[in-house]
């Protein structure tokens, strides 16, 4: 079967439409009036509900017209790790997402006749569902509890590299190759090794767009999901349709011969029912809103509107890209979205960046077709491992379990205490500045492989200049040369995204290692670029929960409510101490050289091997 799609050129645009954000609806009166006249009538007020699902907890988050954080809840999530094998639970998940729903309404007196519109953002992990809904084991355990690969799951190296290896046309749109992070791999894995689990299956989902079918019983899929994670080109509709449309038409962007070449062409089968037979823009309102059994678990009113989901990293983007400080902020063209890049700082970092054209940057993902902000192409750089590499490096060391117990007597964290540390030690040393004191410290952060912009999974970390001291100062002093090496990545990537076409100069952070103004201010020195933080620290919540502004009608796009919801707080400026910038520039030639020496090192075991 040949898809038209193989050519990618003009002649492969369907006159098919996506599932589009609808062009009805008015924006209401400013928030700040509407909410006045709200409460002087008695009348509900307007909220909207985002929903988050993290690597270890589900989110929910409630916010107003002003895009205010009214409340937030938690409730844990359970994982499974065996070696590269990574685990979770939807029904777990669930039960999980409808607690902190009901924690987050009670703690903010919020009531469910005041929730307007609801949207689900969450790792892009693999489901499997048979076709009652119910789980599919993905496990070798077999435990059919574990019905999810966990995005970060790395089981599918071997795999990657066969769909690589076939050079598919589609692989230009993620960077010249697929990830053991996305989804094709991951699929393929599962029909090699449980054969079983493969044959029940009926559906294959992305967690966020799970979620939202779980809520709603439709099966409608994300372009975010489906393009960043799919191979889905969701640009064969681009010169037929525009965001203001809502056509309902079944997905038309899947290309068919790659999927039959790296062995799933059974995933195609009953047009593409396994995988998704639509798609749609973020936000488009799905079915009739929440069913009666999901609106009764969540606590909510049967009907609410739910928009098409997002991936975290994508919602958090939305939650914070259009946070702008005041008119006096200077910028290369500080009304352009596209001079922008993202970062959205969690377990994992990802960078998002936008543009009007169509951008092809080796090793780094994209360009993606609407996959974050209607009609504008999306470039996602990141790395496999930032929050989740300083609690290794931090935890893993002797002295963790003294400073943790201090850190938690002083109601602080341990990277709090760390960052006092390395202020004290400023002092004492005498040293110029807080960076200089990693002089012999490097860092290369590739723990869990580079996932951009050199795109090898089989890159290891490494460290340079360890000694036999045990103090908490020499803890503090690697996690200081961990954080610069990872400030180091995103350095790499600006640099590779500039070299091909993006005019990026500002930087937008989110998520909870924004929250740490050491990990900030080095990002802010080491890229060069002033740092934008969200007024809101729930960036992600706030993204997701745009999504049900916009299901609800309350807004007619994605960009409109993100211009109404979206605000900065601070903003970190870079060092204009040029010796701080000369220490960046020589320790960012050593970064780079770390991997230079390890493709070096790895050239010669490997040759080494094949003599024996």
Known sequence: MKSALRTLSSSAISDKA??????????????????????????????????DVGTGS????????????LGSASSPIQIWKEGDCIEQSSTDIWHAVC???????????VTAEEVVGLGFAATCSLVAVDSDGSPVSVSFSGDERRNIIVWMDHRAVKQAERINSRSSPVLQYCGGSV???????????VKENLKESWSVAFRWMDLSDWLAYRATGDDTRSLCTTSCKWTYLGHAHMQSVNEKDSRNMEACGWDDDFWEEIGLGDVVEGNHAKIGRSVAFPG??????????????????????????????????????????????????????SHRLVLVCGTSTCHMAVSKDRLFIPGVWGPFWSAMIPEYWLTEGGQSATGALLDHIVENHVVAPLLANRAASQGKSVYELLNKILESMVQELEVPFLAALTEEIHVLPDFHGNRSPVADAKSKGMVCGLTLDRSERQLALL?????????????HIVEQCNSHGHKIDTLLACGGLAKNLLYVQEHANIVGFPVILPRENESVLLGSAILGAVAAKKYPTLHDAMSVLNAAGQVINPSEDPRVKKYHD?????????????LSYRSMMAEAMQQQ
């Open 18 to 51: 996506l599932l589009l954000p609808p062009s009805a609806g008015r924006v209401g009166l400013p928030a700040s009036i509407e909410m006045a006249s709200a409460t002087a009538k008695n009348i509900p007020r307007t909220v909207f509900l985002g929903v």
């Open 58 to 69: 589900a989110r929910a988050g409630l916010f107003n017209q002003e895009g205010r954080l």
């Open 99 to 109: 607690a902190a729903v009901k924690t987050a309404c009670s703690s903010a007196d």
């Open 179 to 189: 990830s053991p992070e996305m989804q094709a791999p991951k699929l393929l894995w």
């Open 284 to 337: 488009y309102p799905l079915g009739s809103g929440l069913t009666r059994a999901a609106a009764n678990e969540l606590g909510l009113l049967t009907g609410t509107p739910v928009g098409t989901s997002l991936i975290d990293a994508h919602a958090g983007g939305v939650g914070v890209m259009n946070s702008l400080p005041d008119a006096d902020f200077q910028s290369a063209d500080k009304t352009d979205i």
């Open 479 to 491: 996690y200081l040369a961990t954080v610069q090496g990872i400030a180091y990545g995103t350095r």
């Open 586 to 598: 020589v320790k960012y030639q050593i970064f780079r050289s770390l991997y230079e020496q390890q």
